[in-house]
């Protein structure tokens, strides 16, 4: 991409770019697939997501749809050639449509972020709780490992009630075609548990140990258009025994049949308490390095303009969205459950300054006392996104174009770890508070 700057008399820089063919039919195959994601479309082999759109939705030009996402996946890479890091996200300014086979001309007006100054940069003084890692949490670590290995065997037999789990044999038919999922010669099922819809439950409840019965439910299904529909199943069960759950106890006997690296139980719980500490200290530098921070922000100086506090605003609030989505919950109800629309605004216009303002300390900090940012900070940042594939993140934003917003979160990361470092720490003594309260009585 070729890019231009030219500063204007506001402050903001104009950014003319052009993008290459290659960068352009990227950007549209790359909003091809966002499409295909947000609308549920399948993929399938030997055809493009454009032929799906056009078969499943009627889609003639998915080029066109997607037009303006492609052109937003262009602005990074402008802003990246740029070395300027922007104050917020800037609009694209365009001239005419994007094409494939042609390059693309967009222009920007690009607001750099602000240099802030703060009151002092002499050490902070915080005081934090100590860390402590309690054995109950070891012992539901392996509780839970007992739980995945749990065992279903035969029990006494009876009627099956809601909430037993049984043996069953399933034959079941939707239209004349054996469902394989619902299909099998033994398989242990507990009633009561909304694995499955309420009429399958309403036929089993009852049944004796060797009754088979015949009869229909209705579910969930999905049709050749990708829409939701209610299919009526043709089942037929039948009850094997009655079982009951058997938890394992995690002794030296159960480790060297299921779990034979380790010596012996104590070993196994060693290693448990290990992982666990790890976690726990990673979780626990965290904690202080936002503890810092926070101390950090109360020095800054100056005035953050409107056009960032929207911005910022409108990420956080997206970013809620897309979580509350993911948790199956309308947005109505996730505001109810903050207390209302008045606090819940309330409580999004102080998170966005207090993370605005840390964000601009913690950049006054690094330019202060001159830091570097290495390539092994900006791997750090990388894991900081995502502890389990760094790597990956690394390359899904260098290649979107966001490198430089890798960078500033490297340069965060940095000045948190040489604030910390340089702290007045104070660790609370766990008993002191019981010892005010007594002394308060």
Excluded at 235 to 253: G, R, S, Y
Excluded at 264 to 289: C, F, H, P, T, V
Aim: aromatic share 6%.
């Amino acid at each position: 991409m070729k890019v231009t700057q030219k500063k204007l008399d506001d402050g903001k820089l104009l950014i003319d770019a052009v993008a290459s063919t290659a960068e352009v039919s990227r950007a549209l195959n790359n909003a091809h697939i966002g499409f295909a994601q947000q609308m549920g479309l399948r993929p399938e082999k030997d055809k493009t997501v454009a032929e799906v759109a056009e078969e499943r939705m009627g889609v003639k030009d998915l080029d066109s749809v997607v037009q303006a996402q492609a052109v937003e996946m262009l602005v990074p890479f402008a802003i990246d050639k740029t070395g300027i890091l922007p104050a917020y996200p800037p609009q694209p300014q365009v001239k005419s449509a994007l094409r494939r086979g042609q390059t693309f001309q967009f222009s920007l007006e690009l607001a750099p972020k602000p240099d802030y100054d703060l009151e002092s940069y002499d050490p902070v003084e915080i005081t934090i709780q100590p860390l402590v890692l309690d054995e109950k949490e070891i012992d539901a670590q392996i509780a839970s490992m007992a739980e995945r290995y749990a065992e279903f065997v035969a029990d006494d037999p009876h009627p099956v009630r809601k909430g037993d789990s049984c043996l069953l044999a399933l034959e079941s038919y939707e239209s004349g075609k054996q469902v394989a999922g619902l299909t099998t010669d033994a398989r242990t099922y507990t009633t009561g548990a909304g694995l499955m819809p309420d009429g399958f439950d309403e036929n089993i409840i009852g049944m004796e140990v060797g009754e088979t019965k015949k009869f229909t439910f209705e579910g969930p299904g999905i049709d050749d258009d990708g829409n939701e529909i209610v299919e009526t199943i043709e089942c037929t069960a039948t009850v094997k025994e009655i079982q009951k759950k058997v938890i394992p106890v995690i002794d030296d006997e159960w480790v060297q049949k299921y779990m034979p690296m380790y010596k012996d139980a104590a070993a196994l719980r060693g290693s448990i308490s290990e992982s666990m500490n790890k976690q726990a200290m990673a979780e626990y530098e965290n904690y202080k390095r936002n503890i810092a921070a926070g101390e950090l922000a109360k020095r800054f100086k100056g005035r953050i303009a409107d056009e960032v506090y929207e911005a910022m605003s409108r990420n956080l609030m997206n970013s809620l969205r897309m979580q509350v989505q993911q948790q199956n919950m309308t947005w109505e109800q996730f505001i109810e459950q903050q207390g209302g629309e008045q606090q819940f605004n309330m409580m999004m216009m102080m998170q966005t300054r207090q993370m605005l303002v840390q964000g601009y300390a913690l950049d006054a900090l690094f330019r202060h006392e001159g830091l570097v940012v290495s390539d092994e900070d900006v791997n750090e940042a990388c894991r900081a996104m995502n502890p389990q594939s760094p790597l990956s993140v690394r390359r899904q934003m260098e290649e979107s174009g966001r490198g430089f917003a890798l960078r500033e979160a490297a340069e965060r990361i940095k000045a948190n770890k040489w604030l910390l470092e340089h702290a007045k720490i104070t660790v609370k003594d766990p008993k002191a508070p019981k010892q005010e309260e007594a002394a308060a009585e």
